[in-house]
């Protein structure tokens, strides 16, 4: 694992979470982006080399609005940015980690993810991501 790629956060309403973060962060998102599978609707602020990810449900089954029903607005998953994701997966499976999808999905901003079961990772949502190439 190379860097946080990204935090995620889980937020109620994207619109005015993209007003809040830009005067927390002092400067404008860099991109909003639906991403369909998983039901949410991102947007996304650099901040030095790694990232914020503001996650909203686009439709009532999403995994967001099931997390916000049982939590609240707040820290959804943390993202690793990997290398090789396959050589990854493989590495943590020895290592006892669960993972949530065994074949990668597509994720927002070009980049192909696989997340690990929470149960595995004392609580906390792990998603590794690798940049699409070409
Ligand atoms: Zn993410």
């Known amino acids: ?33 639906k991403v369909e599978g998983e039901g949410v609707n991102t947007s996304f602020f650099m901040i030095g080399d790694t990232k914020i990810e503001l996650l909203e449900a686009s439709r009532p089954d999403s995994p967001i609005s099931k ?15 990997v290398e090789d994701i396959y050589a990854e997966m493989e590495r943590l499976k020895s290592e006892g980690f669960e993972i949530l999808n ?18 595995s990772t004392n609580g906390v949502l792990v998603e590794l991501c690798q940049e699409k190439k070409g």
């Open 102 to 119: 065994e074949i990668p999905k597509e994720g927002a901003d070009n980049k192909i993810v696989v997340f690990l079961h929470p149960r």
């Open 67 to 81: 997390f916000l029903e049982k939590k609240s607005e707040g820290i959804h998953h943390i993202a690793f940015d």
């Open 1 to 33: 694992m190379r860097k946080i790629e990204h935090l995620g956060i889980a937020v109620k309403d994207l619109e005015k979470s993209n007003i809040l973060f830009k005067k927390l962060l002092g400067k404008e998102n860099y991109k909003e982006e």
